[in-house]
């Protein structure tokens, strides 16, 4: 399965995309970053991946930046884009345009939590759990269907910086999790619904505890 992964940063969850994809049954054809000082795009071009640095301040609006980015990625006959710390919010028309076709890792329990720094904000709410998501990804902010999520306790000690850690470590294994069901077409995305093994999944996706 042809994929594209977007990233704007240190790659973690790239990399471990990039050492599973034989066994996840995918293949990254190329690597996109807005930003072309990040050692994600160092760790694509360890492997000969081909990278892209499209950057967002070149571009007037965030409509004119999506019509680029798809001109970019065309000519990879891609099935799927995985966004594995883009921090840029694509454009409607983008959306749109693969839709059905986008997946997003966020490190919250959707629906809580969307935006940045959920981790100071599940602290500072002392909330009792806290965890990642991957979901597909529509117009709205971290607002698409849910396919699977693990959770974790926050622990007294817990800090920003731990929990990070933490969330981190649960990205790693849900996320090639995901994209396993889809290369193997277990999953099925329609109106904003998702079934895996022909069964409907519930709001929360499938859930790891």
């Known amino acids: ?11 973690s969850n790239l990399q471990i995309l990039i050492d599973q994809q034989h066994q ?12 072309a000082q990040v050692f994600g795009l160092m760790r694509a071009k360890k492997e000969n991946i081909p990278t892209i640095v499209l950057d967002h301040e070149a571009f007037t609006s965030r409509e004119t930046y999506g019509l680029a980015l798809k001109e970019m990625i065309l000519p990879f006959c891609i099935d799927y884009i995985v966004l594995a710390g883009f921090m840029r919010i694509l454009s409607a ?3 749109r345009h693969y839709a059905g076709k986008i997946i997003n890792i966020h490190p919250s329990l959707l629906p809580q939590y969307k935006g940045l720094n959920t981790h100071q904000r599940v602290l500072e709410n002392q909330e009792a759990y806290h965890g990642a998501t991957v979901h597909f990804v529509t117009e709205k902010l971290d607002d698409g269907a849910n396919i699977i999520q693990a959770v974790l306790a926050v622990q007294p000690t817990d800090t920003v910086s731990t929990l990070a850690n933490r969330i981190q470590m649960i990205e790693h294994s849900i996320y090639p999790m995901a994209l396993s069901w889809l290369s193997e077409k277990r999953l099925k995305y329609e109106n904003n619904q998702v079934w895996l093994d022909y069964q409907l999944l519930p709001q929360s996706g499938w859930v790891i505890s």
């Open 1 to 11: 399965m042809p994929v594209a992964i977007f990233i704007s940063g240190h790659g």
């Open 24 to 35: 996840l049954g995918i293949e990254i054809k190329v690597v996109l970053s807005n930003c």
């Open 93 to 95: 028309d983008f959306v």
